[in-house]
């Protein structure tokens, strides 16, 4: 089920999602799996800190993020964040299971390349559940800054 919070915020600034429930999902190729989707359609956030900001930097399923490219584009030192020192902030979702949504009051980084999908796969709060959102309009309500080459293909 997703979180009261996120599906209220989702009803306000992303009129028709879809929401689609399924399996558990625990990574984002997981969810491109269970949907039946190419990986690169699927939103991937990765909780980063700027600078000792906590951030939300988003890449395709597929890729990894590129940290060199996200600390060119900010110019601030950019690292990964153990689960536990960020779930308190994205609470009450599921660890793991953050979707990349303006209400947590972190900036949002994208990787440019998700800008041509017409829609994307992302986690809604818990690992059974995810929304698909019309990408411009993510963008704009979401307040997502595009990064070129943000994410790298994984190996």
């Known amino acids: 089920m997703i979180p009261s919070k996120i599906e209220a915020?989702?009803?306000?600034?992303?009129?028709?999602?879809?929401?689609?429930?399924?399996?558990?999902?625990?990574?984002a190729q997981d969810l491109a799996a269970r949907e039946h989707v190419s990986g690169h359609r699927v939103a991937k956030p990765v909780v980063v800190k700027l600078d000792g900001n906590l951030a939300l930097a988003v890449v395709a399923a597929s890729e990894r993020l590129d940290?060199?490219?996200?600390?060119?584009?900010?110019?601030?030192?950019?690292?990964?964040?153990?689960?536990q020192e960020f779930a308190p902030l994205f609470e009450p979702c599921e660890r793991g299971a953050e979707p990349p949504l303006a209400l947590f009051g972190v900036p949002i980084f994208?990787?440019?390349?998700?800008?041509?999908?017409?829609?994307?796969?992302?986690?809604?709060?818990?690992?059974?559940?995810?929304?698909?959102?019309?990408?411009?309009?993510?963008?704009?309500?979401?307040?997502?800054?595009p990064v070129a080459n943000l994410g790298v293909v994984a190996h």
């Open 67 to 83: 940290l060199a490219v996200l600390e060119e584009a900010t110019g601030l030192r950019a690292e990964l964040v153990s689960e």
């Open 110 to 145: 994208v990787d440019a390349r998700l800008e041509q999908e017409r829609t994307l796969l992302m986690p809604a709060g818990s690992h059974q559940d995810a929304v698909v959102l019309d990408t411009r309009q993510w963008m704009t309500c979401e307040k997502a800054q």
């Open 9 to 27: 915020h989702l009803r306000q600034k992303h009129q028709g999602f879809e929401h689609h429930v399924h399996r558990a999902a625990m990574t």
